[in-house]
Nanobody, 124 residues
Framework: QVQLVESGGGLVQAGGSLRLSCAAS????????MGWFRQTPGKEREFVAL????????SYADSVKGRFTISRDNAKNMAYLQMNTLKPEDTAVYYC?????????????????WGQGTQVTVSS
């Protein structure tokens, strides 16, 4: 059983940056692929980015490609999402998630463990 705790959200002006962190405990972190998702009220949770267990592969939603960077530090049991050039439409609750399967997945139901989320608000 893996526990995930996100941090780093907040209020930022458009064009600014934030770095989200996801602290994992209770499992072998390096055996999980990690993903970031986001959700706004009334909408389904959507894929943002993922990173493979060995850090060799990353994937991004088209809406964040070139602005967001996912990373992980397996020695520290941490995953990160660096968000640059933020836009008002990036406003959402951001969740990190862990996937047991060695195969990579972009769907919400591909992931086995979830954090509680952290709010990101981008003002115009």
């Amino acid at each position: 059983q893996v526990q995930l705790v996100e941090s780093g959200g907040g209020l930022v002006q458009a064009g600014g940056s934030l770095r989200l962190s996801c602290a994992a405990s209770g499992g072998t972190f390096s055996s999980y692929a990690m993903g970031w998702f986001r959700q706004t009220p009334g909408k389904e949770r959507e894929f943002v980015a993922l990173i493979s267990r060995s850090v060799t592969y990353t994937s991004y939603a088209d809406s964040v490609k070139g602005r967001f960077t996912i990373s992980r530090d397996n020695a520290k049991n941490m995953a990160y999402l660096q968000m640059n050039t933020l836009k008002p439409e990036d406003t959402a609750v951001y969740y990190c998630a862990a996937r047991r399967s060695p195969e990579l997945g972009h769907a919400v139901n591909n992931y086995d463990y979830w954090g509680q989320g952290t709010q990101v608000t981008v003002s115009s």
